[in-house]
């Protein structure tokens, strides 16, 4: 089927705290306490305010990042604020996803996104991609066309192609480091078995990142996925591979841990020496989604755990030699995924629903302040 592309929109850039009693026990939970002070955004912006994450991360040399539900920015202004007062880097939650770039075949729809790349350039912001290749939130009728067989394996591999091009083409220049490829392996070390793998071959992945280094050649490329912030045959797999595909002069640029943990499952401390291998094989690492979440409700004990959760990761970053970046995946309990996502937990992000500050934050901050 040929289609005519259209690109529309592009005009339209358009826990709750717990606090311990005397005796240790659980209290009844309180209200969150310290509030964030509303930092004006240009004093942030300029690094004035020395008191945010963005200027401790400015002084440790490194990106903090946040994931950035454009409904919440829109409508809320309170996270908006904090948005552009805490974090150098944003990555966009789900407007940069193929469902959302091309709901309808040949139709693209950039609106949201160009939005959040405005507000970046506005305050000052890096923007991370996220993502040109997953076998997830893909648009309905490239997954009925691949099963009812109206699209066929060669056919395909052009929608993928095009689909890079015109989004990495898009924003060519506007991104530092694209997630190319997300989530290409599955938790026993294999290649996920995907439409992807299905119908174009494990050369899919080369393909890819050599189409996207193509279209916008100064992003640095990364291959991001779960469950490999520690030593793990997931993390094998990935070391496997991108090996090869160094070895097979593939542009891939960076290893992307996305870090999202959970308290009840305790913390791989080998997260250091997972990253180290990866920079040794020439590559660039970042963080790209990092939250923990914990078994509702929240209490001291697990609020303290999730923080030492952050700073594990947190350190690992400033303590390697070519750790870039370091995103969480939402900033605030109110608008996490997490509990739509896991029945009764929840509580994931630095600062709860009502934006005062966790555990956690706290931890961020101290770590970034000792390396700055
Ligand atoms: O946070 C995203 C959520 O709003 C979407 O509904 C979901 C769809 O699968 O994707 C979430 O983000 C995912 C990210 O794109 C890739 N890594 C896992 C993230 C959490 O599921």
Redesign the pocket.
């Known amino acids: 089927m040929k289609v005519t592309r259209v690109v529309a929109g592009a005009a339209v850039a358009a826990a709750v705290l717990v606090s311990l009693n005397a005796t240790g026990a659980p209290a009844a939970p309180v209200a969150s306490v310290a509030p964030v002070a509303a930092a004006g955004q240009d004093a942030a912006v300029q690094g004035g305010n020395a008191d945010t994450l963005r200027a401790l991360a400015k002084r440790a040399g490194l990106k903090i990042g946040t994931?950035v539900d454009m409904s919440a920015l829109n409508n809320d202004a309170t996270y908006k604020d904090r948005v552009a007062a805490e974090f150098n880097s944003v990555t966009a939650?789900?407007v940069m996803k193929w469902s959302e770039i091309e709901p309808t075949r040949g139709v693209l729809n950039f609106g949201p996104a160009d939005q959040l790349v405005a507000f970046a350039k506005a305050n000052g912001q890096s923007v991370r991609g996220?993502?040109l290749l997953w076998h997830?939130?893909l648009p309905g009728w490239l997954t009925e066309g691949v099963a009812s067989g109206d699209i066929d394996s060669a056919e395909l591999r052009q929608l993928l192609k095009q689909h890079v091009f015109d989004v990495a083409g898009h924003f060519r220049g506007k991104i530092y480091q694209w997630d190319v490829a997300?989530e290409v392996i599955d938790d026993n070390g294999q290649l996920r078995d995907t439409i992807w793998l299905q119908k174009l071959g494990p050369g899919y992945i080369a393909d890819v990142f050599r189409w996207a280094h193509q279209a916008d050649p100064k992003a640095k490329l990364y291959i991001n996925d779960?469950n490999v912030e520690g030593l793990n045959a997931k993390a094998d797999a990935y070391y496997e591979l991108v090996k090869q595909l160094k070895a097979d002069r593939v542009p891939i640029h960076g290893f992307g841990m996305?870090g999202?943990l959970g308290v009840q499952f305790g913390f791989d401390g080998r997260a250091l020496q997972n990253v180290q291998r990866f920079e040794a094989l020439g590559l660039e690492t970042s963080f790209t989604?990092v939250d923990v979440r914990m078994l509702m409700p929240a209490d001291n004990p697990k609020l303290h755990a999730q923080a030492n959760g952050y700073s594990i990761l947190l350190r690992a970053c400033l303590l390697a030699k070519k750790c870039t970046s370091f995103t969480v995946?939402g900033f605030t309990d109110k608008y996490s995924?997490v509990p739509g996502?896991f029945t009764g937990q929840g509580a994931a992000n630095l600062l709860d629903e009502n934006f005062g500050q966790k555990p956690a934050y706290q931890a961020v901050k101290e770590t970034l302040a000792l390396a700055g």
């Open positions: 994931a939650e789900n996220h993502t997830s939130q997300n779960y996305q999202h989604e995946w995924w996502f």
